[in-house]
Structure formats: C-alpha cells, structure tokens
C-alpha cells in the first residue's frame, strides 16, 4: 500500500470524524445540521419525491452487490469482488460506528414533527451507510476498471444525488451523509489495489 493512499484514507476518515464530533459534539453543529436538514425538507414536490424515492436504494449493499454481479457478468469478476469487497467492509464498519454513537434517526428524535417518506430503516442514523457503500464500491470499481474523467464524475453525482435523497426522504441528517461518504471514500483510498 502506497503512503499516499494511507495519508490520503487518514485525512478522509478524520474529516468524517470531524464532521460527526461538530454536528453531534457541539450546539453550533446541532443547530446547523438541523438547519440544513430543515432546508432540504422545505419544499418537496411529486416529481423529486419520485426521483429521490427511485434512486435512494442504489446506496444498499444489496444494490453493490447486484453491481458487482453485473460486472462479473461483463467479464470482469476480479474487479468486481475488489469493489464488492470494500463496500460490504464499508457496510460492516458502518453498522459497528453506528451501534457505537447511536444516534437516533430524524423520525425518531421528532416523532410529532418528522414523518420518514419511505419505510423507515432499521439501524441508528451516524454515519449514513448508503453514501458510505456506494462511495467505496464506486471509487474502487472505477480505479480497478481504470476509468476515465468523466465515468468517474458520473459516479460521484450519483453519489452525491443518494446522499442528498437519504436528507430528501427523512431518513438521516446532512452530517450523517457527507460522513458517510467521507467515510466511504476512506476505505476506499486504502484499499488494496488490484493487479489485473
């Protein structure tokens, strides 16, 4: 393993941590994670909660692991158990984090304010395992398949667009997902790289 990558995976996952120290740790950050959540539930409408609901899922392990048989398919299982690999240890290490800060989901610390607009998950909120997933198996599938710019920035959109539906539809706050991501990107710069 490169230093860079691990200095790379160091810095990732303090950021992560730090996001979670501030928006948990702190009044300044509870308020501005509660905020932001606000912000992003102010206006809902059919067309993006159709968008977001349709979408949400693709950060499941179980969406990875129907990736990862699609490339496998495409003759490229080697890659595919690389990437497959890191997000269900992305996955792992989440649910570990979350049993740990047990941070109750939006739903459930406003019972009266917040309704979950989709089947509410089990599991507490911090860190988001959904952005954490697909980051990891996205950044490692697009490396292992050595793609270029612009697959590259495709995948990251779709990241970020499952992120902001996890916020979207109720389910966790903004920190729980840009730390989940953060998170997801970690384990992804350390992981071993592959050699065809």
């Given at each position: 393993?490169?230093?860079?990558?691990?200095?790379?995976?160091?810095?990732?996952?303090?950021?992560?941590?730090?996001?979670?120290?501030?928006?948990?740790?702190?009044?300044?950050?509870?308020?501005?994670?509660?905020?932001?959540?606000?912000?992003?539930?102010?206006?809902?409408?059919?067309?993006?909660?159709?968008?977001?609901?349709?979408?949400?899922?693709?950060?499941?392990?179980?969406?990875?692991?129907?990736?990862a048989g699609m490339l496998a398919a495409l003759g490229r299982p080697r890659h595919a158990a690389r990437a497959f690999a890191a997000a269900g240890t992305?996955?792992?290490?989440?649910?570990?984090?979350?049993?740990?800060?047990?941070?109750?989901?939006?739903?459930?610390?406003?019972?009266e304010g917040i309704r979950a607009m989709i089947a509410p998950p089990r599991g507490t909120s911090w860190p988001s395992s959904h952005p954490a997933v697909l980051s990891t198996f996205t950044t490692v599938a697009a490396r292992e398949l050595r793609a270029g710019p612009t697959a590259r920035a495709g995948l990251n959109a779709l990241s970020l667009a499952v992120a902001a539906s996890r916020v979207y539809l109720r389910v966790h706050y903004p920190s729980d997902v840009v730390s989940g991501m953060l998170m997801g990107r970690a384990i992804a710069a350390v992981w071993p790289r592959g050699r065809g």
């Open positions: 393993m490169r230093l860079g990558s691990v200095l790379k995976g160091g810095a990732l996952a303090a950021a992560s941590a730090g996001v979670g120290y501030f928006a948990l740790g702190s009044d300044v950050g509870r308020k501005a994670d509660a905020d932001l959540f606000e912000a992003m539930n102010g206006r809902h409408g059919p067309a993006a909660d159709r968008a977001f609901d349709a979408i949400t899922e693709l950060g499941s392990i179980y969406a990875a692991g129907a990736a992305t996955w792992v290490l989440g649910q570990e984090v979350k049993k740990l800060v047990d941070r109750p989901r939006p739903y459930d610390a406003d019972p």
